[in-house]
């Protein structure tokens, strides 16, 4: 009689680890194909809309609730869409920039934003860029236009974090380097970002 509970027993516990296994797998398999579709995929989207003011400076606010720094530019000159862009000149040459958290290694990133280049100098020996970068550690950036619409260019990053032991955050930014005045609109950040949609 023991011998047979023992044997039932046994086989109730290799059918438990079937079971579980093959509920793992099927996670498993669930996780992959919603990760290729890219249901994981955040994006984070800044026109130089919205502003809200924050311990006393005001800030830039993007999809999701982000917050956009540097906007001393802030101008309704020109707009790539909407009414407001970032206008960087030589004398203020950074802006419409954000912090996000420390990236972990091999973590796909990609960034677009429009430029509009108002040349008021014949010197175009440097560009305007988007920068990715994390403290002095790493440095990505595009001049490039790949796109060309109503004047304005659309300037692409796309980059996997190298493997390294970071401290400081991931920083995206636009950054005129030239003599000439500078229009940057719609800024748009795509990364993974599991956390998020399990928090929803």
Request: glycine letters at 8%; aromatic letters at 16%; proline letters at 2%.
């Amino acid at each position: 009689m023991h011998k047979t509970n023992t044997i039932f027993k046994s086989k109730e516990f290799i059918q438990f680890i079937r079971m579980a296994f093959l509920l793992v797998l099927i996670g498993y398999l669930i996780f992959r194909v919603t990760d290729s579709l890219g249901f994981f995929i955040e994006e984070i989207k800044c026109g130089a809309e919205q502003v809200v003011k924050k311990d006393s400076t005001e800030r830039l606010v993007s999809s999701g609730g982000y917050l956009f720094d540097n906007i001393n530019g802030r101008t309704n000159e020109k707009a790539f869409e909407g009414s407001w862009s970032i206008k960087l000149t030589p004398e203020n040459g950074f802006g419409m920039a954000i912090k996000l958290d420390i990236p972990p290694d091999k973590e796909e990133m990609e960034a677009t934003v429009w430029r509009f280049i108002d040349k008021v100098s014949a010197d175009t020996s440097k560009y305007a860029f988007i920068v990715a970068s994390i403290g002095n550690t790493f440095w990505k950036g595009s001049c490039v236009g790949e796109e060309t619409k109503n004047g304005w260019e659309k300037l692409h990053i796309r980059f996997t974090v190298p493997k390294g032991n970071y401290h400081e955050p991931l920083s995206f930014y636009c950054w005129n380097n030239t003599k000439n005045i500078v229009y940057f609109d719609n800024m748009t950040i795509k990364r993974k970002n599991y956390w998020k949609f399990f928090k929803q």
